[in-house]
């Protein structure tokens, strides 16, 4: 099994960059997907998640200007972020849930993990 992300690069404060997860090995039907991210010296936070039923939940410093979205047919899942600010600098990973579609915010609640996309926001 294989989770690969792509989209992650530098962008200036108040662009928006989309990151992508495509997952190989298993199917993503009723699981549930979720984005991280981790800045150096931090502990790693949850981001985004959406359920196997398409249900969203966010943290609420990316509320309003960050979108998640599942591909179940294409096997992949999506993160918009908008507006984004310099303390959005990180490295963003995907991850899923092999065992249950219900989404949570919390990093043990997953299973399968990608290899991490740095992204920057210059001020």
């Known amino acids: 099994a294989q989770l690969v992300e792509s989209g992650g690069g530098l962008v200036q404060s108040g662009g928006s960059l989309n990151l992508s997860c495509a997952v190989h090995?298993?199917?993503?039907?009723?699981?549930?997907v979720g984005w991280f991210r981790q800045a150096p010296g931090k502990e790693r936070e949850g981001v985004a998640c959406?359920?196997?039923?398409?249900?969203?939940y966010y943290a609420d410093s990316v509320k309003t200007r960050f979108t998640i979205s599942r591909d179940d047919g294409g096997n992949m899942f999506h993160l918009q972020m908008s507006s984004l600010k310099p303390e959005d600098t990180s490295t963003y990973y995907c991850?899923?849930?092999?065992?249950?579609?219900?989404?949570?915010?919390?990093?043990?609640?997953?299973?399968?993990w990608g290899q991490g996309t740095q992204v920057t926001v210059s001020s």
């Open positions: 959406v359920s196997d039923d398409s249900r969203q």
């Open positions: 090995g298993y199917t993503l039907a009723y699981r549930a």
């Open positions: 991850a899923t849930d092999l065992y249950g579609g219900r989404c949570r915010l919390t990093a043990v609640d997953y299973d399968d």
